[in-house]
């Protein structure tokens, strides 16, 4: 069986002595746990280092949220593939709903973001997901597949394998309005069948899909106990250290 992955996404949150604390609670709590997950944090840029530090004790994986579609050079603001490398970054949000709607990236661009994660041994937690209306009017399996395909089917498939994806569903985040474990699961299984076609079965089976929206430790028992949901994708919920270690415990 997969182990399941519980990432913390904390989005443009905290000052860095909440960070720091956050960290520091973190591992108060996991030192006591045997978890059966493996745990990733995801701060803000600024705080990787730091977090990568306490990450050495080797209770969590440090990403980050965003990379750039650049390699290096004259692109004021970016921080590229190589840079998180270096500071001892494993993985890396690609394609979060906020960075579409809010930074306008496209598929092409979040091709380009993969490529760069990948070449740099960064391993790429790919966020797909229908907003709302495109729910309503049922085309929630189209929105996905054309984002799971546009961003990620150019690879090979030593290079998908490296990859995980995460479905969240854009009117679940930060909403409190979680999908049922029957949506998730009839996603994460249709999501499979994409990779399955694409790169055969034994692929499809190995690649770990995770969900997110509204995760708390309320409902991610369930969610996670659905066939083909391979752990959470938490932003909310990640910010309080006792609510997160609850939910790396059911997964
Ligand atoms: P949420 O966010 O858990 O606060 O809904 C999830 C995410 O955006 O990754």
Same mark, same amino acid.
């Given at each position: 069986m997969r182990k399941k992955i519980v990432a913390g @996404?904390?989005?443009? @949150?905290?000052?860095f002595e909440e960070a720091e604390e956050l960290v520091e609670e973190l591992i108060d709590l996991l030192e006591d746990v045997e978890l059966k997950s493996e745990v990733i944090i995801c701060p803000p840029f600024p705080y990787l280092e730091m977090a990568s530090d306490y990450a050495q004790e080797g209770f969590f994986k440090i990403g980050a949220q965003n990379i750039s579609p650049? !390699? *290096? %050079? *004259? &692109?004021? %603001?970016e921080v590229s593939a190589s840079m998180l490398d270096s500071m001892e970054v494993s993985h890396c949000i690609i394609g979060h709903s906020e960075r579409r709607k &809010?930074? @306008? !990236?496209?598929d092409k661009m979040l091709t380009a973001k993969v490529n760069q994660a990948l070449e740099h041994n960064i391993i790429p937690i790919f966020c797909v997901g229908e907003s709302l209306p495109e729910r309503e009017s049922e085309k929630h399996f189209e929105v996905v597949r054309r984002q799971v395909r546009h961003g990620l089917f150019h690879l090979d498939t030593d290079e998908f394998a490296k990859v995980i994806l995460a479905y969240e569903p854009v009117w679940a985040i930060g909403t409190g309005i979680t999908a049922t474990p029957a949506q998730a699961a009839e996603m994460h299984a249709y999501i499979r069948s994409l990779i399955s076609e694409r790169y055969g079965e034994e692929v499809s089976k190995a690649t770990m899909i995770l969900y997110g929206g509204s995760c708390t430790s309320k409902n991610a028992a369930e969610l996670f106990a659905q066939p083909g949901v391979d752990g959470g994708l938490v932003g909310g919920a990640s910010l309080k250290a006792e609510e997160f270690v609850e939910i790396c415990k059911l997964a």
């Open positions: @996404n904390w989005k443009m @949150n905290l000052c650049f !390699e *290096a %050079g *004259a &692109y004021t %603001g &809010y930074f @306008n !990236e496209d």
